[in-house]
Protein backbone atom coordinates (compact mmCIF):
# COMPACT_ATOMS: atom_id res chain seq x y z
CA UNK A 1 0.00 0.00 0.00
CA UNK A 2 2.73 2.39 0.66
CA UNK A 3 4.38 1.37 -2.27
CA UNK A 4 1.79 2.03 -4.06
CA UNK A 5 1.25 5.27 -2.84
CA UNK A 6 4.53 6.19 -3.24
CA UNK A 7 4.32 5.82 -7.32
CA UNK A 8 1.24 7.88 -7.66
CA UNK A 9 2.84 10.85 -5.27
CA UNK A 10 5.86 10.25 -8.03
CA UNK A 11 3.66 10.68 -10.93
CA UNK A 12 2.07 13.44 -9.47
CA UNK A 13 5.09 15.52 -8.83
CA UNK A 14 6.68 14.63 -12.32
CA UNK A 15 3.07 15.57 -14.30
CA UNK A 16 3.50 18.94 -12.19
CA UNK A 17 7.38 19.50 -13.33
CA UNK A 18 6.61 18.49 -17.17
CA UNK A 19 3.98 20.92 -17.46
CA UNK A 20 6.15 24.10 -15.64
CA UNK A 21 9.14 22.76 -18.27
CA UNK A 22 6.75 23.15 -21.14
CA UNK A 23 5.46 26.63 -19.78
CA UNK A 24 9.54 27.34 -19.43
CA UNK A 25 10.21 26.45 -22.46
CA UNK A 26 7.06 28.50 -24.17
CA UNK A 27 8.14 31.58 -22.06
CA UNK A 28 11.86 31.30 -23.50
CA UNK A 29 10.63 31.19 -26.89
CA UNK A 30 8.63 33.67 -26.96
CA UNK A 31 11.30 35.51 -25.48
CA UNK A 32 13.78 34.65 -27.76
CA UNK A 33 11.09 35.66 -30.46
CA UNK A 34 10.71 38.92 -29.05
CA UNK A 35 14.17 40.08 -29.39
CA UNK A 36 14.67 38.10 -32.72
CA UNK A 37 11.34 39.96 -33.95
CA UNK A 38 13.03 43.46 -32.40
CA UNK A 39 16.35 43.04 -34.33
CA UNK A 40 15.08 41.53 -37.34
CA UNK A 41 13.88 44.07 -40.05
CA UNK A 42 11.00 42.77 -42.06
CA UNK A 43 9.86 41.07 -38.84
CA UNK A 44 7.17 42.24 -36.88
CA UNK A 45 4.96 41.03 -33.55
CA UNK A 46 2.23 43.33 -33.40
CA UNK A 47 1.18 42.49 -29.73
CA UNK A 48 1.86 40.12 -26.48
CA UNK A 49 -1.10 37.90 -27.67
CA UNK A 50 0.70 37.26 -31.26
CA UNK A 51 3.91 36.79 -29.53
CA UNK A 52 2.08 34.76 -27.16
CA UNK A 53 0.29 32.23 -29.63
CA UNK A 54 3.47 33.00 -31.98
CA UNK A 55 5.20 30.96 -29.55
CA UNK A 56 3.23 28.15 -29.18
CA UNK A 57 2.98 27.68 -32.32
CA UNK A 58 6.90 27.57 -32.87
CA UNK A 59 6.90 25.38 -30.08
CA UNK A 60 4.11 22.91 -31.22
CA UNK A 61 5.31 23.23 -34.65
CA UNK A 62 9.23 22.35 -33.56
CA UNK A 63 7.44 19.39 -31.63
CA UNK A 64 6.07 17.67 -34.57
CA UNK A 65 8.84 18.10 -37.16
CA UNK A 66 10.78 16.39 -34.31
CA UNK A 67 8.22 13.59 -33.26
CA UNK A 68 7.79 12.65 -37.57
CA UNK A 69 11.60 13.51 -38.68
CA UNK A 70 13.55 13.37 -35.69
CA UNK A 71 15.69 16.90 -37.00
CA UNK A 72 15.39 20.07 -34.66
CA UNK A 73 14.05 22.76 -36.41
CA UNK A 74 17.65 24.60 -34.66
CA UNK A 75 20.01 27.22 -37.01
CA UNK A 76 22.83 25.17 -34.92
CA UNK A 77 21.06 22.29 -33.60
CA UNK A 78 21.44 20.43 -36.99
CA UNK A 79 23.60 22.18 -39.74
CA UNK A 80 22.27 23.57 -42.93
CA UNK A 81 19.13 21.49 -42.75
CA UNK A 82 18.29 22.72 -39.08
CA UNK A 83 19.06 25.41 -40.52
CA UNK A 84 16.40 25.84 -43.50
CA UNK A 85 13.88 24.16 -41.22
CA UNK A 86 13.81 27.25 -38.53
CA UNK A 87 13.43 29.60 -41.69
CA UNK A 88 10.60 27.87 -43.24
CA UNK A 89 8.76 27.44 -39.20
CA UNK A 90 9.15 31.65 -38.57
CA UNK A 91 8.22 32.10 -42.32
CA UNK A 92 4.74 29.63 -41.81
CA UNK A 93 3.82 30.62 -38.60
CA UNK A 94 2.66 34.01 -40.27
CA UNK A 95 -0.49 32.18 -41.45
CA UNK A 96 -1.19 30.95 -38.35
CA UNK A 97 -0.44 34.08 -36.12
CA UNK A 98 -2.46 37.27 -36.96
CA UNK A 99 -0.50 40.22 -36.13
CA UNK A 100 2.87 38.19 -37.28
CA UNK A 101 4.25 39.24 -40.14
CA UNK A 102 8.25 38.35 -41.69
CA UNK A 103 9.38 38.43 -45.16
CA UNK A 104 11.92 35.50 -46.68
CA UNK A 105 14.85 37.59 -46.14
CA UNK A 106 13.35 38.53 -42.91
CA UNK A 107 13.30 35.08 -42.14
CA UNK A 108 16.56 33.89 -43.30
CA UNK A 109 18.33 36.75 -40.93
CA UNK A 110 15.64 36.20 -37.85
CA UNK A 111 16.77 32.25 -38.32
CA UNK A 112 20.20 33.55 -37.13
CA UNK A 113 19.42 35.96 -34.87
CA UNK A 114 16.90 33.34 -33.14
CA UNK A 115 19.82 30.50 -33.17
CA UNK A 116 22.29 32.88 -31.81
CA UNK A 117 19.95 34.44 -28.99
CA UNK A 118 18.96 30.47 -28.45
CA UNK A 119 22.70 29.58 -27.81
CA UNK A 120 22.97 31.81 -25.26
CA UNK A 121 19.56 31.15 -23.12
CA UNK A 122 20.39 28.17 -20.69
CA UNK A 123 18.71 25.15 -20.83
CA UNK A 124 17.36 22.33 -23.41
CA UNK A 125 14.71 24.32 -25.24
CA UNK A 126 13.52 21.39 -27.11
CA UNK A 127 10.77 19.75 -26.15
Known amino acids: MADNNHQVNTQTSNGTSTV ?26 NNFWSLALAAVVLSVMDYLIVKFTGLHASPFGKGFVGFVLSVVVLYVTQYFVAGYTISWMAAIIGALIYGIIDYFIPGDQQM
Open 20 to 45: WQIVGRLVAAAVILAITAFFTPGFEI
